[in-house]
C-alpha cells in the first residue's frame, strides 16, 4: 500500500491511501504509467495533484471537505506533500 500525506498551511494533516482507483485517475490524466512516471519524472506537482484528487474523492464520498479546483489557489493551501510507497514499488 501507498500513501499519501498533507499537511495544510492551517497545521490540519491529512493520510489517504492511494487506492487503485487513485492511480487509475492519475494514469488518465497524465497519460504514462503511475509508478514509471515517479520513478523517471520525479516532479513534485505530481505530488500536489495526488493529493488534490485524495481530497477531492474524499469529499465527493462525504468523509472530506471540498477542495479549490487544482492550480495555484490550492498548491497555496499546502505546506507540506510526501509519498510513502514504501510497500508498494513494484518488484522492490
Given amino acids: 500500500m501507498a500513501f499519501i500525506n498533507i499537511e495544510l498551511v492551517t497545521g490540519e494533516k491529512f493520510s489517504y491511501e492511494l487506492t487503485p482507483a487513485t492511480e487509475y ?5 497524465f497519460n504514462e504509467g503511475f509508478y514509471k512516471r515517479f520513478r523517471e519524472k520525479e516532479k513534485q506537482s505530481d505530488a500536489y495533484w495526488l493529493a488534490w484528487e485524495s481530497q477531492r474523492d474524499a469529499a465527493a464520498k462525504g ?3 471540498a477542495v479549490k479546483p487544482f492550480g495555484g489557489e490550492y498548491i497555496a493551501t499546502l505546506k507540506a506533500v510526501t509519498i510513502d510507497f514504501e510497500a508498494t514499488l513494484p518488484n522492490g
Avoid: L, R, V, Y
Fill in 25 to 29: 485517475a492519475f494514469e488518465e490524466k
Fill in 63 to 65: 468523509t472530506g471537505s
